[in-house]
């Protein structure tokens, strides 16, 4: 059964600092890794890797996978307070289509 | 982008009655529609697969005959809870895949269910 870890679970920082999330993974016939964005309601797409050591940026946002580690970070720099949100990883192994996603991490950032 | 719509955004059942979500891909056709639950604190669950024009499949666990989905169009697919129980409120959301590698998968704004 593929499986999902996400760490820390929770993380508080101030508002300038620079947080990395991390994802670990366990999938047969790894397809993609994906991370979301869920603040009061639905998860909003953030990155979707595919490939081990290339590097997606959007903004302050930045993603890497390491498929021979099995693993992903996701960096925020300059976190702000509009960054507080669960950040969520997922990935879709041999069933196409099916995510499996990890517990999340809750990031809260202060002023 | 690809936009999935859902609706509604909140309702509050009494128990033994019957809740139906509805789940509309906006701008592009999705064979596949993906149904997840999420309960408080909790990540998402995937709870089946809505496949155009054939039977749902479910996740183990799952009841089939509660939860009945029915993808009748391109752009549509429903979850139906019947006979709903308070151990059913929870938060729905469907999603479906874009077909373009930058979107991944789209979700919908989800559906809050209390039952009462």
């Known amino acids: 059964e593929d499986k999902v870890v996400q760490s820390p679970l929770s993380l508080v920082v101030h508002e300038g600092d620079t947080v990395t999330l991390n994802c670990s993974y366990e999938v047969t016939n790894f397809r993609s890794l994906l991370w979301y964005k869920q603040e009061k309601k639905a998860p909003t797409f953030l990155f979707m890797l595919t490939s081990s050591g290339i590097e997606k940026k959007s903004g302050r946002l930045s993603s890497i996978l390491d498929k021979k580690e099995l693993f992903s970070i996701l960096n925020i720099t300059a976190t702000q307070t509009g960054d507080s949100a669960i950040y969520l990883c997922?990935?879709?192994?041999?069933?196409?289509?099916?995510?499996?996603f990890g517990q999340g991490t809750i990031l809260t950032v202060h002023p | 982008g690809a936009v999935v719509s859902q609706h509604p955004s909140w309702v509050i059942c009494k128990s033994g009655t019957s809740v139906k979500i509805e789940c509309r891909s906006l701008?592009?056709?999705?064979?596949?529609m993906f149904w997840y639950r999420q309960f408080p604190k909790q990540s998402l669950m995937l709870m089946a697969t809505?496949?155009?024009?054939?039977?749902?499949?479910?996740e183990q666990g799952v009841e089939k005959d509660k939860f009945l989905i029915n993808h009748a169009s391109l752009t549509l697919s429903t979850l139906t809870v019947t006979s709903a129980h308070p151990e059913d409120s929870s938060f729905y959301i469907c999603?479906?895949?874009?077909?373009?590698?930058?979107?991944?998968?789209?979700f919908g704004s989800g559906t809050r269910l209390t039952v009462v």
């Open positions: 997922a990935v879709e192994g041999t069933s196409y289509g099916k995510l499996t």
């Open positions: 999603s479906a895949r874009t077909g373009s590698s930058n979107y991944g998968y789209t």
């Open positions: 701008d592009f056709q999705a064979t596949t």
């Open positions: 809505s496949n155009e024009g054939s039977k749902a499949t479910y």
